[in-house]
């Protein structure tokens, strides 16, 4: 968009989904803005029915991103693994399944203090050998090229509390076992924020 002029304006995300969230992106119109880009996150689809409403309603053009997506097989195997874990995980917060979520990555809130406490509670899990990764180091809206004065709360947590934890269809049993136990074993340690 940017290679065409447009400049991007930014609406916040729903906090249990991290897609855009309606509401927000109502909020956030003007009568310069002239499409809504719909960017699906993690394998969970955005609420598609709301913004394209959201968009007659007001004139604009919903143009759909969609992440690569995984096979048939892949996805359900990681839909498996995503249950699996959704049993089992305590101290952080399972990612909002739902219908059409592929689990493109796992994505849990890890509480306590932050930023802080998920960088330290991925470097122990790293450290037990269990691959996990941030999965938005700086939201969009705070790169030097589209810097704004605005205020986007639920994206800045979703960045400062997010981990992706693996769940792709190649691993175990014993695999997810071990992630489930290393989390847990961690989770009772970050005491949540007062």
């Known amino acids: 968009m940017t290679l065409a002029g447009a400049l991007p304006a930014f609406a916040d995300i729903d906090p249990a989904t991290y897609c855009l969230d309606p509401a927000a992106v109502d909020a956030a119109l003007t009568p310069r803005t002239a499409a809504v880009v719909v960017v699906h996150r993690f394998g969970h689809p955005a609420d598609l029915g709301q913004l394209r409403a ?17 096979s048939r097989d892949e996805t359900a195997r990681r839909r498996e693994r995503a249950a699996y874990l959704d049993t089992r995980l305590r101290g952080v917060r399972t990612p909002e399944g739902g219908a059409g979520h592929s689990y493109l990555e796992y994505v849990v809130r890890v509480p306590g203090n932050g930023r802080p406490d998920r960088d330290a509670f991925a470097r122990a899990v790293r450290a037990k050998g269990v691959a996990c990764r941030i999965p938005v180091q700086t939201p969009v809206h705070r790169l ?8 986007l709360p639920e994206t800045e947590r979703a960045a400062d509390e997010t981990l992706a934890l693996p769940v792709d269809g190649s691993l175990t049993k014993r695999d997810m076992q071990r992630t489930a136990s290393v989390c847990n074993a961690l989770g009772g340690l970050l005491a949540p924020a007062l």
């Open 144 to 151: 030097p090229e589209f810097r704004r004065c605005l205020s």
């Open 54 to 70: 959201l968009g007659q309603r007001h004139g604009l053009l919903v143009l759909e991103h969609t992440e690569l997506d995984a």
